[in-house]
């Protein structure tokens, strides 16, 4: 066997791993493979072993072995338990200096307990985000790699070599230290989750709102990726609205359960805007809106229970039909916007909490290709960053602004006859709501404020004089006010 000739390993060969592996070797690496049952490397090999330069290992000794220093290898593996067993054999068998890559959906916070724990030990830990499914990992990826300085400067040239390219630029950036990596990928699947939800709520709308069929429906989402809504989930979404099921006849869609799953990167994502105290509401509310779907038995405990509401399709004149459709167009494009937006805040208020200095104008070039949530005004997103119109919130750089002036009306009247006639529309209301509240002067926050210091004595800020204040609420005919 030969040593110390792969520039690049990859452990872990599932369908991930195997197509990031051929796609190394598509792009001039010489690539070492190790997978813990020997089968699927032999399998690659058997199947695909022409296609590049590959090392193939039994043992992670060999494996490592078969690294040109440093020793760079990239791990695909599960989440969690097994991802720490495969650093841990890899660290034993590495020397200082070497780097392990986790390419896989890493919470941010165990990528921040490994790299604290891997340095120690003299080597680099890089947790990288990969976007894009199996069809990126093998044509080319959106990449988030955080780690050090030192790791990027081997790591880099190697992921730009696979990246998907946008516009001429790999999809791919050096993104900060430790964690930061993980964290962007975490708000990217959030902001996957909103995106996806605005879809599918532009659709309820449009099959149970306006009786339209799926195929319709198609022409219309087809149609609206001519425009600034152009987009990977729009085109795909045409795409399943067109399937018909070869069993039955029948539009697809009509027969897969209406049960969205979801492996955690959502829930994190919204978790984590909690502790940051930052606000995500499309994204929560895509979250909640998937478990809703997964409450099989109160849903249908519901329909026993006959639960009242309006009866009837949305009433939209025959005439009105295509404006309506626009007004839909307009709440999706507004709505995204806010989800953006806040995912964009969260990574902010992150890189504050952290320490972590994240460009986000470079973050939106590298989403825009590659990964799930690539999007025609990805370019306007990161323009505005890159300008600091977007500095305080991206909301208020003028494309944005301009553009929810626009839709604004039609975003209104979509939500408003969504709650006269029974159609849920979670994300498109709260991504208004929390607009209204970004553009208010005040809030009703004083009150609860004034309710706190009531029963907790949490005391209030005053606008006419710094300091904190309490008032004795209950023990006088009149409050007594201390400040």
């Known amino acids: 066997m030969a040593e110390g000739t792969a520039n690049i390993g990859v452990v872990g060969l599932a369908a991930m791993g195997s197509n990031l592996a051929r ?13 813990r049952h020997y089968e699927r490397t032999e399998k690659l090999m058997a199947e695909h072993g022409d296609e590049g330069s590959f090392v193939p290992s039994r043992t992670v000794e060999e494996f490592v072995a078969s690294l040109a220093r440093p020793r760079t290898a990239i791990i695909l593996v ?18 200082p200096g070497d780097i392990i890559v986790d390419g896989g959906n890493s919470y941010f916070k165990d990528t921040i307990r490994r790299e604290k724990e891997i340095r120690a030990r003299g080597l680099h830990y890089v947790g990288c985000g990969v976007s ?27 992921l730009k070599s696979i990246a998907a390219v946008a516009e001429g630029e790999p999809c791919v950036t050096h993104i900060g230290k430790d964690g930061a990596g993980h964290f962007v990928k975490m708000v990217h699947n959030g902001i996957e989750y909103a995106d996806m939800q605005l879809i599918a709520e532009s659709y309820d709308l449009m099959r149970r709102g306006l009786g339209m069929e799926p195929g319709e429906i198609a022409d219309v989402f087809a149609q609206w990726n001519t425009t600034e809504l152009n987009s990977y989930l729009i085109e795909i979404t045409a795409e399943v609205l067109r399937q018909k ?23 994190w994502t919204v978790q984590t805007a909690l502790s940051l105290a930052t606000p ?9 809106a998937r478990g809703l779907s997964s409450q099989t038995a109160q849903r249908e405990g519901a329909a026993k229970q006959d639960l009242k509401g309006p009866e009837g399709a949305l009433h939209v004149a025959a005439g009105d039909r295509d404006a309506f459709l626009e007004d839909i167009r307009q709440a999706l494009y507004a709505s995204k916007i806010v989800a953006y937006a806040q995912g964009f805040d969260e990574i902010n208020a992150g890189a504050r909490e952290y320490g972590w200095d994240i460009d986000q104008a470079a973050v939106a070039r590298i989403w825009r290709g590659g990964c799930i949530i690539r999007a025609q005004f990805l370019n306007v997103v990161s323009d505005a960053f890159e300008s600091g119109e977007a500095d305080v919130s991206m909301l208020f750089a003028p494309y944005f602004k301009e553009a929810i002036a626009r839709a604004q009306d039609s975003w209104r ?15 498109f209301s709260s991504s208004l709501a929390y607009y209204d509240g970004l553009r208010s002067p005040r809030l009703p926050a004083a009150l609860i404020q004034g309710q706190r210091d009531f029963f907790g004595a949490h005391t209030y800020g005053r606008i006419d004089a710094p300091g904190a204040f309490h008032t004795l609420w209950a023990e006088s005919g009149r409050p007594e006010i201390k400040a």
């Open 280 to 288: 995500v509401t499309g994204i929560a509310e895509a979250v909640f």
């Open 78 to 95: 599960k989440a969690g338990a097994p991802t720490d067993a495969v650093i841990g054999e890899l660290a034993d068998a590495m020397e």
């Open 413 to 427: 009247r979509v939500v408003s006859l969504a709650a006269t006639y029974g159609v849920p529309v979670p994300a």
């Open 132 to 158: 894009g499914g199996e069809e990126g990992a093998l044509n080319g990826p959106s990449l988030m790699p955080g780690g050090t300085d030192e790791s990027w400067r081997t790591l880099g040239p190697i």
């Open 23 to 35: 796609n190394l070797a598509h792009h001039g690496n010489t690539v070492a493979l190790y997978n």
């Open 245 to 267: 099921d070869e069993k039955t006849g029948k539009p697809l869609v009509d027969v897969i359960v209406d049960h969205a799953g979801m492996k955690g990167t959502g829930t």
